[in-house]
């Protein structure tokens, strides 16, 4: 589950944490730390709170009780965006905001998916959702 640590290490701070701007990259000086390469991800950093501030973790269960992550972006202060791959079938979708450790941080739940209506799950076209949560 290697990909799961690794969008562990990507996730965000918005506009909870006063000192970070939404939408605004933070510098990555924070405490002198700075970006430093990591084997979790091909080509991946390790990140610090604040830096990706649109950065959601999405924390999925399906009918069949399995669970799964994906990340989405914060594109206003209620609505994400996603990929349809990532939503389809689940039976629950939860938010997290704010962390860089996925077991971390308050899951706000999910109350409406839209799914991109041509999205072809064959050939991943249109693979794009937008989910609304109560943030
Ligand atoms: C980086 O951001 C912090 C927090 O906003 C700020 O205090 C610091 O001056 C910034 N450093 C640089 C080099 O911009
Ligand atoms: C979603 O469920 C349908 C019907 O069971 C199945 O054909 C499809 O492969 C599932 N899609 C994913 C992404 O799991
Ligand atoms: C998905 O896209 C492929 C390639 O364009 C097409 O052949 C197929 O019919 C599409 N499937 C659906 C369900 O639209």
Redesign the pocket.
């Known amino acids: 589950m290697r990909s799961t640590i690794t969008i562990s290490l990507i996730l965000l701070f918005c506009p909870f944490v006063t ?2 701007i939404c939408g605004i990259r ?2 990555g ?2 405490n002198g730390y700075f970006e430093k390469p990591s084997n979790d991800i091909y080509g991946g950093c390790y990140t610090i709170p604040g830096e990706y501030p649109w950065q959601a973790l999405l924390w999925l269960t399906y009918n069949d009780g399995h669970q799964f992550i994906c990340g989405a972006t914060l594109i206003s202060d209620e609505f994400l965006l996603t990929s349809a791959s990532c939503v389809t079938n689940a039976t629950q979708i939860q938010v997290k905001l704010g962390i860089v450790d996925q077991m971390k941080g308050t899951p706000y739940n999910v109350f409406k998916v839209t799914i991109h209506p041509e999205y072809n799950s064959s050939y991943f076209l249109n693979n794009i959702a937008v989910i609304q949560a109560r943030l």
């Open positions: 000192g970070f933070g510098n000086t924070v």
